[in-house]
């Protein structure tokens, strides 16, 4: 229970210094999300975005309202299905999910350079498939990385 805690806890703080580091940052921790989601598995439905980010429809017409107002989404008829909606990034809504990634990276980066031994860097990557393994839902198709950072130092 005191890893599980602890675990807990750092990855809090280490999501809310990573979203403080980001351009996204005037963004809501749901609104980031699922721009994230949109960014990785292209355009979805309400429906769909609410199931996979586990919230209820109407909490996610909510999120997906704000983005759309602030034009980072817009929504399309379904290609299929005429009574439905899906929704997409905008080219803004792309851009500030790019810079909000480099963004997060290149503050961790430097944050693992400057705060962390050559070492203790190894071992911070050999830790990330276990971390990988623990957020895994097990479904067929789910990514396993052997080295997921590509730049263990040596």
Do not use: K, N, Y
């Amino acid at each position: 229970m005191r890893t599980a805690d602890e675990l807990t806890t750092l990855v809090a703080q280490l999501g809310r210094r990573l979203r403080a580091a980001s351009a996204e940052a005037e963004l809501t921790p749901s609104q980031q999300s699922v721009m994230g989601r949109l960014g990785r598995q292209g355009a979805a439905t309400t429906a769909g975005l609410a199931r996979s980010e586990l919230v209820r429809p109407q909490s996610m017409r909510l999120t997906l309202a704000a983005l759309e107002e602030r034009g980072l989404v817009a929504r399309a008829p379904h290609a299929t299905d005429g009574r439905l909606v899906v929704f997409s990034l905008t080219a803004e809504g792309a851009e500030l999910l790019g810079s909000g990634r480099a963004a997060r990276r290149s503050w961790l980066a430097q944050a693992i350079d400057t705060r962390l031994t050559p070492q203790e860097h190894r071992t911070l990557a050999a830790a990330l498939p276990l971390l990988q393994r623990l957020v895994d839902d097990g479904s067929p198709g789910t990514p396993h990385h052997s080295d997921p950072t590509g730049d263990v130092p040596q």
